[in-house]
């Protein structure tokens, strides 16, 4: 999900931060590197991995998604969201979405781009 305002379809969206799990390593946290994860937002899964909450629910919400689905989303930590996010449909803000933003957009009624 994107943080930008105006046309970015991602800030009237953000079903990708209420489809998938969100998993990365630890190395990602803040207690490890300045700007990272805030580490109270996550759970441990493994040595390796670290999930941001909620998102395994089942029905999958992230804890720092803020808004409503559809309407108006933002990211209550932009700044330090995780790679998985950093990486996720790249050009979905410019209005080129791909099948897993696509997927995510079904799950939560909404067309794909
Ligand atoms: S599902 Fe696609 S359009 Fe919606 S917030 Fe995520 S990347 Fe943006
Ligand atoms: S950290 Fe932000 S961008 Fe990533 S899933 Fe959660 S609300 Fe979405």
Redesign the pocket.
């Known amino acids: 999900?994107?943080a930008a305002a105006g046309s970015d379809?991602?800030t009237r969206?953000?079903?990708?931060?209420a489809?998938f799990r969100v998993d990365f390593h630890p190395a990602c946290l803040a207690s490890r590197e300045a700007d990272g994860v805030p580490d109270a937002l996550t759970v441990p899964v493994t040595a390796q991995l670290v999930r941001m909450r909620g998102t395994d629910a089942a029905e999958p919400r992230c804890i720092a998604l803020r808004g409503e689905i559809g309407v108006a989303?933002e990211c209550g930590i932009y700044d330090r969201r995780p790679p998985p996010c950093r990486d996720?449909?790249p050009y979905?803000?410019l209005g080129m979405?791909d099948e897993a933003?696509a997927r995510?957009?079904r799950r939560h009624g909404?067309a794909p781009?």
């Open positions: 999900m994107s379809p991602c969206c953000g079903a990708c931060c489809a989303v996720f449909a979905a803000p979405g933003c995510a957009r909404l781009l």
